[in-house]
């Protein structure tokens, strides 16, 4: 599993996480889940039209309408294929964030353990969490995601508070998900004509890998228009997130640093 996790508000960590899902998905015979667990500021929904003019029209894909369903599942009386949400041209399904403080509340660990072990780990081969910031306490979403974490990726612009973000993320990953540095790395949005050799540098002196991504504001503009990822309508965007999807497979396989 992935987890998008950290970063400041405006860092890219909801564009990756859909990047990564898209990438993953392009590869063949590849079942990829796309799981909104931001307890702060979901909008996988709106991203990716499950949300559109005021209707809710990804609502059977909200975790707390699909723990709703569990016994139905269990029995055979529903797909699961039918609990989630496909995004029109999209090669994942998303289960998607409560929409009400009331959805939230009726989400527990139980639940999320029974959901993971019986439906989603059988089901999909790849699953990307985009599991929010880190907050204090960390949520429900953001301890259990932590559990079950293969992989940290931590979304970051190029300043000095968004390394200090970067920092306490490693630090928060490091003591509550188990993970190593060896399995966490900084993903860089840069504009065009920005280097991030110093970033680089600093972050490489933390024990902490670097991977930079283009980002260009014709790109968002794309994605958000059609309600698709950017690596999805922006081959500036698409080689180098598949690059990273390359390297997150070479690290499950020797243990290497994603770099």
């Known amino acids: 599993m992935v987890w998008v996790v950290g970063g400041r508000g405006g860092s890219g960590r909801t564009a990756l996480a859909m990047d990564l899902a898209w990438a993953f998905g392009q590869e063949e015979d590849r079942r990829v889940l796309l799981v909104d ?9 709106m991203a990716l039209g499950a949300v559109e003019a005021g209707r809710d029209l990804g609502s059977c894909a909200r975790v707390d309408q699909v723990i709703r369903r569990l016994a139905e599942l269990q029995e055979g009386r529903v797909g699961l294929g039918s609990c989630l949400w496909a995004p029109e041209k999209a090669s994942f399904h998303c289960l998607l964030a409560p929409l009400t403080e009331a959805g939230h509340q009726i989400v527990r660990r139980e639940h999320l353990d029974y959901l993971m072990d019986h439906f989603l780990t059988p089901r999909f081969d790849v699953i990307v969490v985009d599991a ?9 979403s953001l301890r259990f995601w932590a559990d079950w974490a293969t992989f940290a990726l931590i979304p970051m612009r190029t300043g000095a508070s968004d390394l200090r973000a970067a920092l306490r993320a490693v630090t928060f990953l490091e003591g509550e998900a188990g993970l190593t540095r060896d399995s966490c790395c900084a993903v860089s949005l840069t504009e065009p004509g920005m280097s991030a050799r110093r970033l680089r ?20 503009s794309l994605a958000r228009a059609r309600q ?32």
């Not at 667990?37 to 929904?45: F, K, L, N, T």
């Not at 929010?132 to 429900?140: D, R």
């Not at 990822?229 to 965007?237: C, I, N, W, Y």
């Open 132 to 140: 929010g910031p880190i907050t204090v306490p960390p949520s429900l």
């Open 201 to 220: 540098a600093e972050l490489s002196a933390e024990g902490i890998d670097l991977h930079t991504r283009r980002w260009t504001q014709r790109g968002a």
């Open 37 to 45: 667990a931001d307890a702060v500021s979901p909008d996988i929904d």
């Open 228 to 259: 698709l990822p950017m690596a999805a309508v922006d081959r500036s965007m698409a080689g180098p997130i598949s690059a990273l999807v390359e390297q997150l497979g070479r690290t499950r396989q020797h243990g290497s640093h994603v770099g």
